[in-house]
């Protein structure tokens, strides 16, 4: 069993549509959370960054951790054509020197 | 992407052949990692560094080799390329892994 664990997809969704992406993990010491955004043939950016449980908002895009479940969610509100790509999680323990990826989700937004 | 390069940015080479990647940083980051990305693999590790000549392995290591005598340069060696190399490679740098990674641009490798 992998430590995160992330749906492949593709999912494809129309324009204007919320987007729920997420990602389960094993490792209940993990404690600082991230998303990033990967366009074809770019390198992943990293789209947003949490501590902890809760949730973290930025725009139309809002970041959950559910620490409990060891579960973490990315939410896009209204999305567009232009957030078509593949987002990835990523979780660290505290302090170390590594990240520790899922696989990503490749999302479609159809106009 | 602002404050790391990566070059080539597109390589084909012969089985048998060595080749090095470049990556640059001008963040003055401590630490620098080499991945790789495949369908259906994701983000795989091959190697990283903590600073300065110090480096050691990540999850696929095998044939390949990295230098770090600066700072700001970190190179990734494909001692003897094969076929089974072929893919794209990211380099990162990161203050610490707290806060997440700054990736390269990639460089895409085929291996002929």
């Known amino acids: 069993q992998k430590e995160v664990e992330q749906d492949p997809g593709p999912l494809s969704v129309p324009e204007g549509a919320i987007v729920s992406l997420n990602c389960t993990y094993s490792n209940s010491a993990f404690q600082y959370f991230m998303w990033y955004r990967q366009y074809s043939r770019k390198g992943p950016e990293l789209l947003m960054y949490t501590y902890s449980s809760g949730n973290k908002e930025d725009g139309r895009f809002t970041a959950q951790v559910d620490k409990s479940s060891k579960y973490i969610s990315l939410f896009i509100r209204d999305s567009q054509p232009s957030d078509s790509a593949t987002y990835l999680c990523a979780m660290t323990l505290y302090n170390t020197d590594k990240l520790i990826f899922g696989t990503g989700t490749r999302l479609q937004v159809f106009p | 992407d602002a404050g790391i390069t990566q070059s080539p940015r597109h390589k084909v080479t012969e089985t048998g052949t060595p080749v090095t990647l470049r990556c640059h940083q001008t963040?003055?980051?401590?630490?620098m990692y080499w991945y790789r990305q495949d369908p259906g693999h994701g983000l795989r590790l091959i190697h990283y560094s903590y600073g300065v000549k110090d480096t050691d392995k990540g999850e696929v290591s095998d044939g390949y080799s990295v230098s770090r005598s600066k700072t700001e340069d970190f190179l990734l060696t494909l001692e003897s390329a094969t076929s089974s190399q072929t893919s794209v490679y990211f380099c990162?740098?990161?203050?610490?892994?707290?806060?997440?990674?700054?990736f390269g641009s990639g460089t895409r490798l085929t291996v002929v």
């Open positions: 990162a740098s990161a203050d610490t892994s707290n806060y997440g990674y700054t």
């Open positions: 963040e003055n980051h401590r630490y």
